[in-house]
């Protein structure tokens, strides 16, 4: 890989990184309602890349609802569990969707699983495991539990996004714009009563992370993303993103002030170890799940 490509890389893993600090403050410290945030956030990708909307792609029903499954679905879950959860958490969790696509992969799109990738399965999943194990058992908050769907959600667009063909990045980011803005924003008016001024209270910090979020990371950050795997092969790209749900970790814990401790430590390697394996090996799915899945989180 070029230098410069590289160092471009880089930077899209941490402005994945950023983005999940950015949206735990909007939720959780800035108290704005999470459903509020993600229909904002999509309006403005909506209108940013409008001229890319048309003509349609087909299958047109297939088309909205890999959008809303990749989209509106997976970031309103993890937005409203950003309330409750810490980003490291996030990071770290969110890796179960490598595997459930893997596996989605054999069912839908007949792939194939050997013992390599069948390892990083379960390591994935053991490193999840350990950082909800408590010294009580199992900790499954609800917040979590949210993160669990919207990993298997966003798997499941993944998947079915590689059925569809001649679909341009900035084409599908327009389409998961306005399918979003439609489905969430009358979610948030009857679930969020009071969310406009929850929005204008918190001020300008709000409104620089709601465009952080749209342009840099939904817009730039995700069709940069798209350009290099299109120009590199995906095993070279795929485990080079691992860098985000590390420095995710490093944020958390240098900014939000997570708890890091040995459980978390090792659950995070051995998690990040088993999609690493999952990564390198052939297919067809696994970059695209792999940029949803950082610049979702």
């Known amino acids: 890989m070029a230098l410069r490509d590289f160092v471009l890389l880089v930077l899209v ?23 509020f945030f993600a229909a904002l956030r999509f309006s403005i990708v909506a209108v940013a890349v409008s001229p890319w909307l048309l003509p349609m792609p087909r299958p047109r029903l297939r088309l909205i609802v890999v959008a809303l499954l990749m989209g509106g679905g997976n970031f309103a879950l993890m937005f409203v569990a950003l309330k409750t959860v810490t980003p490291s958490e996030v990071a770290v969790i969110s890796q179960v969707g490598v595997p459930i696509t893997a596996l989605l992969s054999v069912v839908v799109l007949g792939e194939r699983i050997r013992w390599r990738r069948g390892i990083g399965i379960v390591l994935t999943l053991a490193g999840a495991l350990l950082v909800m ?11 979590l539990g949210l993160i669990l769907l919207a990993a298997a959600l966003g798997s499941l ?25 439609v489905v969430l924003t009358p979610l948030s008016i009857w679930l969020e009563p009071g969310q406009v001024q929850a929005g204008l ?81 052939p ?14 989180q």
């Open 201 to 281: 209270d918190a001020g300008w910090p709000f409104v620089a992370a709601v465009l952080f979020s749209a342009l840099v990371v939904s817009v730039g950050a995700h069709t940069l993303f798209f350009r290099l795997i299109q120009r590199y092969e995906a095993n070279l790209i795929s485990p080079l993103t691992l860098m985000t749900p590390l420095a995710t970790i490093a944020l958390g814990v240098a900014i939000t002030h997570d708890p890091f401790g040995p459980r978390m430590a090792i659950g995070a390697a051995v998690a990040i170890a088993g999609v690493l394996i999952i990564a390198i090996r």
């Open 157 to 181: 667009g993944a998947v079915m996004m590689k059925q569809m063909e001649d679909v341009r990045p900035l084409q599908f980011q327009a389409w998961v714009g306005v399918s979003s803005t």
């Open 13 to 35: 893993c941490l402005t994945w990184s950023t983005n999940n600090i950015v949206s735990k403050f909007v939720v959780s410290h800035a108290d704005v309602p999470p459903l």
């Open 283 to 296: 297919s067809r799915v696994m970059p695209l799940l792999l940029a949803l899945r950082n610049r979702a």
């Open 133 to 143: 194990w408590s010294p009580a058992g199992l900790r499954l908050s609800g917040g």
